[in-house]
């Protein structure tokens, strides 16, 4: 069945440092790929989203690649800060078929002072 | 606005036992989704209700079930419940249902413990 696969599961970087989170995916239908940021004990929230009709998208400090041939894409935090402290989740999905969305299983962010 | 609440917070059950979880939409949203939660699985979509009717259904077994409000409020229902049922429960919601056209909004989840 369809997978995500999200690397690394734990992530520590220095303060002001670049972080860097990668998925892949299993189902080469999936043409929306939405970012998680969830905080200790507070629920998931949208972050950044992509679409397969684009490679790259940029807000702010956070940065979404992705690479449609190798099915992978990756989440881009620049300039750290230590409210980036979290669990990020990608997620994969494909809005033309059944909008079922598939979690990758999450990495926890930390952001050292 | 209100955003989206779950009632109860926490629940304990024991095995065996039937739950069932409520969820309020952000009002005006349609479309209610429901997700579980567990360290060992991370995030796993369980269903999505959109105008009183299931649209969407992840992998889980039929001991898992929903329905929707026409007020769209939502409830899930486990049943005969199992230790690994262990989870949070959370449920979003979003005004049409169309990921990626629209954010879908969380609410706070319900911890369950199965015991």
């Known amino acids: 069945g369809e997978n995500v696969e999200q690397h690394p599961s734990t992530l520590s970087v220095q303060e002001g440092d670049s972080a860097v989170i990668k998925c892949t995916y299993s189902?080469?239908?999936?043409?929306?790929f939405p970012w998680y940021k969830q905080e200790l004990g507070k629920r998931p929230q949208l972050i950044i989203d992509?679409?397969?009709?684009?490679g790259e998208k940029k807000d702010q400090r956070i940065a979404v690649t992705l690479n449609k041939t190798a099915k992978h894409f990756s989440l881009h935090i620049t300039e750290t800060q230590p409210e980036d402290s979290a669990v990020y989740f990608c997620?994969?999905?494909?809005?033309?078929?059944?909008?079922?969305?598939?979690f990758g299983k999450g990495t926890r962010l930390h952001i050292l002072p | 606005k209100a955003g989206v609440t779950q009632t109860p917070r926490y629940l304990i059950k024991t095995r065996g036992q039937q739950v069932t979880l409520s969820c309020s939409p952000i009002?005006?949203?349609?479309?209610v989704s429901w997700y579980q939660q567990t360290p060992g699985q991370g995030l796993q979509f369980l269903f999505e209700?959109?105008?009183?009717?299931?649209?969407n259904k992840g992998n889980f077994p039929g001991r898992f079930s929903g329905r929707q409000f026409s007020n769209s409020r939502s409830e899930m229902n486990v049943s005969t419940l199992e230790l690994g049922d262990s989870a949070l429960y959370l449920c979003?919601?979003?005004?049409?249902?169309?990921?990626?056209?629209?954010?879908?909004?969380f609410g706070p989840g319900t911890r369950l413990l199965v015991l």
């Open positions: 979003a919601s979003s005004s049409l249902g169309q990921l990626g056209q629209e954010t879908q909004y």
């Open positions: 189902d080469s239908a999936s043409n929306y």
């Open positions: 992509i679409r397969s009709n684009v």
């Open positions: 997620a994969a999905s494909s809005l033309n078929r059944d909008d079922k969305i598939i």
């Open positions: 009002s005006g949203h349609r479309s």
């Open positions: 209700y959109f105008s009183e009717t299931q649209r």
